[in-house]
């Protein structure tokens, strides 16, 4: 080999678009049912197909392709199956969008003509986010890549929903349900945002029939008092005991209500008086079915009041509100206006504000589905990392409601129910029914209404792998491994898999579920296009490279519930690849043609051979990153391995073991070659450098695996050009601990020479010795086992700290004028006389600690200011006391600099 092995700069894209193309062509991606295996399956939470990558995607697809790729190492029988979901709202905007655009709406084409529409945009637009997602380097099985409308995919919908219905678990009925006027669809109660928005409590005067005076109501929203029908108190509220059973009238409208007692109503909130408005209210909605209470309906699907609303029909419910707080003003019916601050429900999709509302709709009964689920949890079969989720998924299950799954829209599974015209039979199958199975009609109308798109990925674990079929891929690899998902989806969709999976394959989905960390940018704020706080994953892919993008998200990824994120730590990342090409270069650069037999011929034997202190060392080192490497993987602490790899090789193979091996690689070798040698390399005077070249060929190879699944682009690269090379990393076998390469003694001896030699380089910094300078260095100690270690690399320290001299002895005298360092029990002093020009270097400090002082005054004002640190933002005060540490710290160093002159 020749330093022409790999070029002298880096390119990304040119290695990024040379590799995946070749991953593919092999079909290492794909995945091969074999028994001699274990699988180790994970199912992409399927992006939605109107999507494109986002620093979540970035993140998220990153921990996947690291677990698959490891997995894949060790020989699991591995599968990644991605997909997208068809996500119903969303895309149906997207479409509707299209024919505004042409100055139509959907009713102008109508449902057949729309939905194909959709279909046409799915298929032009669907395959965005797969393509980058590729060009992430995700190594997804694609052939078997899923789509939740799919022929297949949407038989296992209809199956689920009949058996749901068959066992008397999925019902219709009439009940409160989140609405969404601008989508113009119900939500489910988790497909609601809650914001705190700043609103009011108007008091309205209710006049009491049969007597004076008044009953105060306080409500957020006046305008669904047009649809109150009872008024009600909490039967212990003593100020109010004597009304139940009476009436009061409702103003603006007239309509006597009657006064009743509920265990509901929280004396505490208001007047403690409520109106009760069963249409427009969940809770009022069970007050009213607990006493029958009539339900008055007063919006319009879009949010304008209906002919129940007197002469505020047609009005926009905002503005309704406006006219009746004006006329109740006008007729002395408001008693006070208070500001109130109050969380509002918003449409996950829209953001518009929903508006609670009585409709027929369908309805899963949650609560036998959520016993079993919940004692999977309990019981260890499925584990939270971390495990301080598995808390809030109880909070929730435990409390389930149920579940809201019909959507007024077109895009998405039509539910499979028809309605019989003649005798109003409901008759649901997962085949369009020719006759009614009750009056044998034949006038079968379908429900319009689509499923809401979390029941269709609710089944997502095991419909892919072609349930409700007894398929080869759902018999192995099923149930899937790990799910790796952020918090947001965690009742959405988490939840609702261990449900299904245990419905209906009789099994868990997955034993591990990652709640990853969510991005937010470095000040704290969510990412957010419309915010202008979104950074595009893309762009920093093309800046950085995918390997630097891949890595610095990994770096960065903790077990905290967030994450800010830092485009420095993809600056580092980048530097770290170049870091790892140039020391490949190294490598490379030092070995050739003639070494690779002989390379390959020891790896597997070192132990056994007689190798030098600093092959021992980075070996020993090389195992012990293996087995923490592995562990931080096992634990899913993903940036813990990925700061143990950039902390490995910049610091310990680089800085330190590269330095050590140059002398030996470098030294001029002398003698003609043995009979039947042709390079004096391989002669016995020769052994040690062959050893070396050895040792670093392991060491990158060793390091190249470990950092496979993190970069796989620039690993790959690297190590097709090593003698250790197969036929691809991607396959290669991961890393084992070999006990045997694992040496206390050389570790010991080598942090001991770190130690001294780092303590003499800061010496050498902190007084300006020129690096040029040969220096005398006494090392002493009062115990002669403390100095072993300096006395079996003396030869070594003096190499790589530019030391003439070494004086290694028990308890020498300190010379006058000298710079200390201390390094376990080792006093490492250097002379400084003769070095530097004592009263130069002496005025040289006081000046810069004159200056360093000028600087702590500025800081320790600002922060003495009060009004600097309730009006500064915290990042930046915190700034402010970080500078002023850094000050201090350096303050106290340049004193004992001139205290160490002045001996």
């Known amino acids: 080999m020749t330093d022409e092995t790999l070029s002298k700069i880096y390119d990304p894209a040119q290695t990024e678009s040379t590799w995946y193309p070749f991953w593919e062509d092999k079909k290492y991606f794909e995945a091969q049912i074999d028994d001699s295996k274990e699988p180790f399956t994970i199912v992409i939470p399927p992006p939605n197909v109107t999507g494109s990558l986002h620093m979540g995607h970035a993140l998220n697809n990153t921990i996947q392709d690291v677990i698959i790729r490891s997995k894949r190492m060790q020989g699991y029988s591995t599968l990644w199956l991605p997909g997208t979901d068809h996500a119903g709202i969303a895309t149906q905007n997207k479409v509707e969008q299209q024919l505004e655009a042409e100055g139509l709406t959907r009713q102008d084409v109508g449902r ?35 789509f939740t ?36 669809t119900a939500l489910s109660d988790i497909e609601v945002e809650h914001r705190d928005l700043e609103g009011g409590l108007w008091h309205i005067k209710y006049p009491l029939v049969g007597e004076s005076g008044d009953l105060i109501i306080a409500t957020t929203r006046p305008e669904t008092m047009l649809g109150d029908t009872a008024i009600a108190v909490n039967p212990d509220d003593k100020r109010y005991k004597h009304l139940v059973g009476k009436k009061a009238i409702l103003p603006l409208v007239g309509r006597e209500l009657t006064i009743i007692a509920d265990d509901h109503v929280d004396p505490a909130f208001g007047t403690g008086a409520l109106k009760v408005t069963p249409a427009h209210d969940p809770y009022d909605f069970e007050i009213g079915m607990r006493h029958d209470l009539e339900q008055i309906n007063i919006f319009e699907t879009d949010g304008r009041i209906n002919k129940n609303g007197g002469k505020f029909a047609g009005q926009d419910r905002f503005d309704a509100r406006e006219a009746v707080v004006k006329d109740l003003e006008e007729e002395n019916l408001l008693e006070k206006f208070e500001s109130h601050l109050h969380a509002v429900g918003h449409c996950y999709r829209c953001h518009t504000i929903i508006e609670p509302y009585l409709s027929e709709q369908w309805f899963v009964d949650m609560k036998p589905q959520a016993a079993p689920a919940i004692d999977v949890v309990r019981e260890g079969k499925v584990k939270f990392s971390p495990d301080r989720w598995a808390r809030v998924y109880f ?60 029941f269709s990925s609710a089944l997502w674990p ?160 090389s195992q012990r990153l293996v087995d923490g490497v592995s562990t931080s993987l096992d ?28 002398p030996k690689l470098y030294a001029k070798i002398e003698g003609e070659a043995p009979a039947g040698e042709t390079d004096t390399r391989f002669s016995a005077a020769t052994h040690d ?36 090379a197969g036929e691809s990393l991607m396959v290669a076998d991961w890393p084992v601990v070999d006990p045997a390469l694992l040496d206390d ?101 006081a000046k810069e600690l004159a200056q360093l002082e000028v600087e702590i005054a500025k800081v320790d004002a600002k922060l003495a200011n009060e009004k600097f640190i309730a009006k500064a933002p915290p990042e930046i005060v915190n700034k402010q006391k970080d500078k002023h540490s850094q000050l201090d710290l350096r303050r106290q160093k340049i004193e004992e600099q001139l205290a160490r002159l002045a001996q």
């Open 112 to 146: 057949d003509k729309f939905v194909e529409r959709v279909w046409q945009w799915k298929e032009e637009y669907g395959a965005t986010i797969i393509n980058q997602l590729k060009r992430l380097g995700c190594s997804c099985d694609w052939s078997r890549e899923r």
């Open 149 to 184: 409308m799919d022929e297949r995919y949407s038989q296992a919908v209809k199956e689920v929903f009949v058996r749901l219905y068959e066992d008397g678990l999925i019902y219709r009925g009439h009940r409160i349900i989140n609405w969404c006027p601008r989508c113009h």
């Open 395 to 454: 909070d929730w299950m435990d409390n389930i409601r149920d579940w809201c799954i019909s959507r007024q829209i077109w895009w998405g599974h039509q539910i499979p129910a028809w309605y019989c015209q003649a005798c109003g039979e409901t008759v649901v199958a997962t085949t369009t029914p020719s006759v009614c199975t009750k009056c044998g009609g034949s006038d079968l109308k379908r429900d319009p209404d689509v499923l809401d798109t979390w």
């Open 462 to 621: 095991f419909a892919t792998l072609g349930w409700p079929e007894e398929t080869a891929d759902l018999a192995y690899f099923y149930p899937t491994s790990v799910l790796s998902t952020a918090r947001d989806i965690l009742y959405l969709w988490v939840a609702r898999m261990i449900m299904s999976g245990l419905k209906f394959v009789d099994e868990i989905p997955f034993d591990t579920v990652i709640i990853h960390p969510t991005v937010l940018n470095s000040e704290g704020r969510r990412m957010s296009k419309s915010l202008g706080t979104g950074i595009d994953p893309l762009g920093l892919i093309e800046k950085y490279g995918t390997d630097a993008t891949r890595f610095g998200l990994m770096v960065q990824a903790t077990t905290m519930q967030d994450m800010r994120f830092s485009e420095e730590k993809l600056e580092m990342s980048r530097n770290f690849a170049n870091k790892i090409w140039n020391a490949a270069r190294f490598v490379l650069m030092n070995i050739d043609e003639n070494d690779a037999a002989p390379i390959k011929a020891t790896l597997d034997s070192l132990s056994e051979k007689d190798i030098s202190l600093p092959d021992r060392w980075i070996l020993s080192r």
């Open 635 to 662: 634990e899913y602490d993903f940036g813990g391995a990925a700061r143990q790899l950039y902390e490995f090789f910049w610091n310990e193979f680089c800085d330190w073991y590269l330095e050590l091996t140059k």
């Open 689 to 724: 450098q062959l050893m070396t070249k050895v040792v670093l060929v392991k060491v990158l190879d060793t390091a190249l695996r470990l950092l496979h699944p993190f970069m796989p682009f620039i690993t790959e690269e690297i190590w097709q050009k090593l003698p250790t």
């Open 745 to 845: 003694k050389a570790e010991k001896e080598i942090e001991v020479l770190q130690g001294v030699v780092t303590s003499v380089r800061t010496i050498r910094a902190e007084h300006k010795v020129p690096p040029s300078a040969r220096i005398r260095v006494l090392a002493s100690a009062k115990v002669e086992s403390d100095l072993e270690p300096i006395k079996d690399t003396n030869q070594l320290i003096r190499q790589l700290a530019g030391i003439s001299e070494l004086e290694v002895n028990v308890n020498i005298d300190r010379p006058r004028q000298s710079a200390i360092g201390v390094v376990g029990g080792i006093e490492v002093c250097i002379p400084l006389a003769g070095l530097v020009d004592i009263d130069k270097e002496k005025a040289r400090l």
